[in-house]
């Protein structure tokens, strides 16, 4: 069992800066992936991006590549999404989210983690 908890989110102008922290309880945080997702209003939930359990790999959404980057410090049980030159419609609350997976797999499709956080709100103002 996993439980996460973000924080980091909030207001923020039109080509800022914010960075999402996710913490996670237990002692086997180093053996999932994690993911971070995103919705907005009247929109599903969607991929941003994936590190695998050991920092190797990285994966993000065309939407976000280049200005986001993922990291995690499995000794403090953490993953952070650094977000730069943020936009409008970065607007959403973001969530990250854990699955047990093998080194050198990817999961993108919210349906199969296995653990989620209750999220973030970040705005972005224009």
């Known amino acids: 069992q996993v439980q996460l908890v973000e924080s980091g989110g909030g207001l923020v102008q039109a080509g800022g800066s914010l960075r999402l922290s996710c913490a996670a309880s237990g002692r086997t945080f180093s053996s999932y992936a994690m993911g971070w997702f995103r919705q907005a209003p009247g929109k599903e939930r969607e991929f941003v991006g994936f590190?695998?359990?050991?920092?190797?790999?990285?994966y993000y959404s065309d939407s976000v590549k280049g200005r986001f980057t993922i990291s995690r410090d499995n000794a403090k049980n953490t993953v952070y999404l650094q977000m730069n030159s943020l936009k409008p419609e970065d607007t959403a609350v973001y969530y990250c989210?854990?699955?047990?997976?093998?080194?050198?797999?990817?999961?993108?499709?919210?349906?199969?983690?296995?653990?989620w956080g209750q999220g973030t709100q970040v705005t972005v103002s224009s």
């Open positions: 590190i695998s359990r050991n920092s190797v790999s990285t």
């Open positions: 989210a854990a699955k047990f997976l093998p080194i050198g797999s990817y999961a993108s499709d919210t349906a199969l983690y296995d653990y």
